[in-house]
């Protein structure tokens, strides 16, 4: 930590390793995006909440699809298929989730599902069966958005708790 000047004989600091002040923001630095990563696992949780009740009122405030898109798009899928996507898809996300879980990342990978569960919405919208379809990708979308905002809160809030016994310990 200190070099030896050779002429004086006198110690002074080595200046590739920081001082407790710059070690002290690091650690306040992380502190914050740990609590960041927090808030942004919320945010997707209200972003679903409100694309879920856009599809609860059956998109009313797009305009109806026409012939002629419909006719460009092509068929929809058959329902049969959305839906047992739809179980592929949750069993996945589930599944990839409770890896992370035990790998103790901190990253939410919130914007994927909400994008894959909005697609599952327009996809039954497109075919007409919004309304008998709506509960399933709810449901799914709460599990599956819930068990990651679960996740990145426990990875985060052992992190902070570790991080606040670090910064206890670095002096001002």
Not at 54 to 69: H, K, T
């Amino acid at each position: 930590m200190f070099l030896r000047r050779q002429q004086k004989q006198q110690l002074i600091p080595d200046e590739s390793e920081p001082g407790p002040g710059s070690r002290r923001q690091e650690i306040l630095q992380r502190i914050r995006d740990l609590r960041q990563q927090m808030r942004y696992s919320k945010i997707w949780m209200v972003l679903f909440f409100l694309v879920s009740i856009a599809a609860a009122v059956n998109f009313r405030f797009l305009p109806p699809i026409s012939e002629d898109i419909k006719s460009f798009l092509g068929a929809s899928p058959p329902p049969a298929l959305i839906s047992i996507a739809l179980i592929v898809y949750a069993f996945s996300a589930l599944f990839l989730i409770l890896g992370r879980m035990n790998a103790g990342s901190t990253n939410f990978r919130g914007w994927s599902h909400l994008g894959y569960l909005t697609a599952f919405y327009l996809f039954y919208y497109y075919c007409g069966l919004l309304r008998d379809n709506f509960w399933p990708v709810f449901i799914a979308g709460l599990t599956i958005l819930g068990l990651e905002d679960y996740r990145v809160w426990s990875v985060c809030s052992e992190a902070i708790k570790k991080e606040e016994e670090i910064l206890s310990v670095v002096k001002k």
